[in-house]
């Protein structure tokens, strides 16, 4: 009974945590509206401040099936995030708070995917 309640904890949570972060990075598109653009201009940018939202959006409903897929997307996405964020000459100190924000729960998310993946692939061996 136990591995079966850790079989659901495992399942379900990077599935939860990945939805609950994609709409945390969703909330950040919404600084247009701020800017007097028109309405044209606004899509435009809603569009492409949710770039990355929909890219992980579209991993996330592949991982749902493919675990491996969801572990090592969301951790290159932390990676991808870290690497951007840490270009040389462009590090300031409080850049550390916004990787934590960002590809913390990305390496979670991705580890969790990896450990149902693991976990699957020991039962069906």
Do not use: C
Not at 5 to 30: E, G, H, M, N, V
Not at 51 to 57: D, E, R, T, Y
Not at 61 to 75: D, H, K, Q
Request: aromatic share 20%; charged share 10%.
């Amino acid at each position: 009974m136990r591995n079966l309640q850790i079989s659901k904890f495992i399942y379900w949570t990077p599935r939860i945590l990945s939805i609950i972060f994609i709409l945390f990075l969703a909330l950040f598109s919404l600084d247009v509206f701020g800017n007097n653009y028109t309405f044209w201009e606004t899509v435009v940018g809603l569009l492409m401040h949710n770039i990355p939202s929909f890219i992980l959006l579209i991993l996330l409903l592949i991982s749902w099936r493919y675990e491996i897929v969801g572990g090592v997307a969301f951790i290159l996405a932390g990676l991808l995030y870290l690497f951007s964020l840490f270009s040389p000459g462009h590090f300031e100190w409080y850049m550390l708070s916004w990787s934590l924000l960002i590809a913390g729960p990305a390496f979670l998310i991705g580890a969790l995917f990896l450990a149902n993946w693991f976990q699957k692939k020991k039962i069906n061996s």
